[in-house]
């Protein structure tokens, strides 16, 4: 082992010793991956054992998504490392959980994630106040498939613009035909089609669900304004470009640490957690840690294809193969198999009922073109299309729902004075 692969597992191991300490047990949400793994191995030895919770879901929902099921993986770490398991199926209802995460949430936070977080937090609570995730790893480690996906396309930068054009239309017809399924489409569409773009607007493509095209096509009344996007998309370059000098993985990374990390994955986990009464700790975002993560050359992080270069090397001896190898999956519920099979009936009776049509945010025709090519399996929506559903239980529960009224007039409440 290296020195510097000893020194980083020798922080690791110190920033998660640092967050068991505890006047309660302590638990961890635990998927299989190598970064919940990692945690498991440096829990090993905690007194009274470690229990571990993972999500589990239906095979018919897994056979049409396109992630694995975390239950075997998870069930394979907590044998290696002797921890008790807890395995929780989360299709039991799954429209009162959405309102239930909707209503905690407060705002229109599209990530299925927070159906995962909140089932799990909730079965958790009756024996466990303190949970340990994962959250981070992929930030500080180049984990998520858009990092070497922007890369790689720089590389390619000599293939012409038109060249990506007719190849993805080409795909496109390959679809319709049938002749190509969209599990294995999606990831080369989304690559042609951003592909040509300079590093900055791919990196942003690669991590948009709605387009400024779909934005467009979608929202009714000029809501999609170029203003509106430039506030967006203005925030992230303002990061991208602060950090001019740095390796372009670096400039990435950061924009997601200050952007992707806390407004979407750190906001969803502590919401969801804390509506069951449950504390959160993250061990890979210790400060130490991520100081010494971000200074290390960009090929401990991602070597080649190979992402969390490190953090395998770290591990490799001590995890298990399968998990050492494991392809990234995603923490997430199979939203492609619910909106095409389960929830499908719940997706268009949301999106296509008088009460969404008469919000007049949504163009009616887009909305029925998205939710028929979804249907058919010849472009994949799913994310798009839970990001409006998300958005259509918000208006319930907070505009046609929710009405509070206070219990005295203000006129009449005390004066407090000092």
Same mark, same amino acid.
């Given at each position: $082992? ?14 998660? /010793?640092? /967050? ?28 009274? #054992? ?21 239950? =075997? ?8 490392? #002797? ?34 977080? %909140? ?47 007719? #190849?993805?239309? %080409? ?18 569409? /989304? ?26 096509? %979608? ?46 994955? %750190? ?48 591990? =490799?001896?001590? $995890? ?22 389960? /929830? ?75």
């Amino acid at each position: $082992m290296r020195a510097r692969t000893r020194e980083f597992r020798a922080r690791f191991d110190d920033a998660v /010793q640092s /967050q068991l300490v505890s006047d309660v047990p302590i638990g961890l949400l635990l998927s299989g991956g190598l970064d919940s793994t990692a945690l498991l191995s440096a829990m090993r030895g905690a007194a009274g #054992g470690v229990r571990a919770f993972t999500a589990t879901y239906s095979d018919a929902s897994r056979d049409r998504d396109v992630f694995e099921d975390d239950a =075997r993986y998870a069930r394979a770490a907590a044998a290696h490392y #002797g921890a008790a398991l807890s395995e929780h199926v989360l299709e039991t209802d799954v429209p009162a959980m959405l309102r239930r995460a909707v209503w905690h949430l407060d705002e229109p936070l599209a990530d299925p994630t927070v159906i995962a977080n %909140l089932a799990l937090t909730a079965a958790a609570k009756p024996s466990l106040t303190v949970l340990l995730s994962g959250m981070g790893a992929d930030e500080i480690f180049a984990g998520y498939p858009r990092y070497p996906a922007a890369l790689l396309a720089e590389r390619m930068a000599w293939i012409p613009a038109a060249a990506w054009g007719a #190849g993805a239309a %080409l795909l496109r017809l390959l679809l319709r035909a049938g002749a190509v399924p969209i599990a294995r489409a999606r990831r080369m569409l /989304q690559f042609a089609d951003h592909a040509p773009k300079n590093l900055f607007d791919r990196f942003l493509g690669f991590s948009t669900v709605i387009t400024p095209g779909l934005q467009r096509d %979608l929202l009714a009344h000029g809501a999609a304004s170029a203003a509106l996007r430039e506030g967006v998309d203005g925030f992230h370059r303002a990061i991208f470009d602060a950090a001019a000098g740095r390796t372009p993985l670096t400039r990435l990374l950061l924009t997601d640490l200050r952007t992707f990390l806390p407004c979407l994955n %750190l906001e969803n986990m502590d919401k969801t957690s804390m509506a069951n009464g449950v504390e959160m700790r993250v061990p890979f975002l210790d400060h130490h840690l991520v100081t010494f993560v971000l200074g290390l050359p960009d090929d401990d992080k991602l070597r080649g294809v190979t992402r969390k270069a490190l953090l395998r090397d770290a591990f =490799r001896g001590d $995890m298990p193969d399968d998990i050492l190898r494991r392809k990234k999956t995603g923490y997430s519920p199979p939203v492609r198999g619910w909106l095409r099979g389960p /929830q499908r009936e719940l997706l268009h009776d949301r999106l296509l009922s008088e009460r969404s049509r008469q919000r007049g945010v949504w163009h009616r025709d887009a909305v029925e073109r998205l939710l028929r090519e979804n249907d058919r399996g010849i472009e994949d929506h799913a994310m798009r299309l839970w990001a409006m559903l998300v958005f259509e239980e918000w208006m319930r529960v907070f505009f046609d729902e929710w009405a509070p009224h206070p219990a005295e007039a203000p006129s009449a409440l005390p004066l407090v004075s000092d």
